[in-house]
């Protein structure tokens, strides 16, 4: 009758023999071995199941790092706080059908140093027709913290109706980044109906006259041109 009988030191070397240098092996034959010995603490009752902590010092792990799983349970989503990828709108008025071109800058806002590709989008009236060619330049811009680029958007506005918005969009593209948008519109209007207007008034109308000393007694006003030096004489009230 033959007998056979595991030994932990025994088992140790057929452990070390099979993890291949891979310590996520080690790591999963250790939770085997530990699930492996809780079973049979359970059914022998007298004997306590290692710990995972246990089990790696046993097999001379004893300064890996373990995960706290309380640390990862308190652990939430964290919140992002991120501006809008609209970046507004920049407008251009122009008096007549023409080929225009629009101006604004762009500043890298994002605290780190930053390639954006820029590319420009089909130009549409508002009521839904096709407008000119639409080209950007430059095509991308490097832009360390806090940086400024210019940016230039070039609009055949040459068949543009007066009167109608004619709207198109730069698209903004960086690495890592959620891409932006700016709204670019270009108007064909009148110079007349875009001059600034300022309403004209008639204050005090009809002008308001002085209130003199001669008012008070109802006399009549002196001849135009006089002004009178002192109260006129009255035998009833004399002077002095």
Not at 110 to 133: C, D, H, I, P
């Amino acid at each position: 009758m033959s007998t056979t009988s595991f030994s932990r030191s025994s088992l140790n070397r057929r452990l070390r023999s099979n993890m291949g240098g891979s310590l996520n092996a080690a790591v999963k034959q250790v939770q085997a071995i530990g699930r492996a010995a809780e079973s049979i603490a359970n059914e022998f009752g007298g004997l306590r199941a290692p710990s995972l902590r246990d089990a790696l010092d046993s097999i001379g792990l004893r300064g890996l790092l373990l995960p706290s799983l309380a640390r990862a349970r308190a652990c939430g989503t964290p919140e992002c706080h991120c501006p809008s990828p609209d970046l507004g709108e920049v407008s251009k008025v122009i008096d007549r059908p023409e080929k225009v071109s629009v101006g604004f800058r762009f500043r890298n806002g994002s605290g780190a140093r930053r390639t954006f590709e820029l590319q420009a989008g089909t130009v549409t009236a508002e009521t839904g027709e096709a407008g000119g060619a639409v080209a950007v330049s430059p095509k991308s811009l490097d832009l360390g913290p806090g940086e400024i680029g210019v940016v230039r958007v070039d609009v055949d506005a040459s068949q543009h109706r007066r009167g109608v918005d004619y709207v198109g969009a730069v698209k903004v593209s960086a690495k890592s980044c959620e891409d932006m948008t700016l709204t670019v519109v270009v108007a064909v209007e009148p110079e007349t109906d875009v001059l600034p207007i300022v309403d004209l008034h008639c204050c005090c109308h009809p002008k308001v006259r002085p209130l003199r000393w001669y008012h008070h007694y109802y006399c009549d006003p002196p001849p135009e041109g006089r002004e009178p030096n002192q109260p006129p004489n009255n035998p009833d009230h004399p002077p002095g």
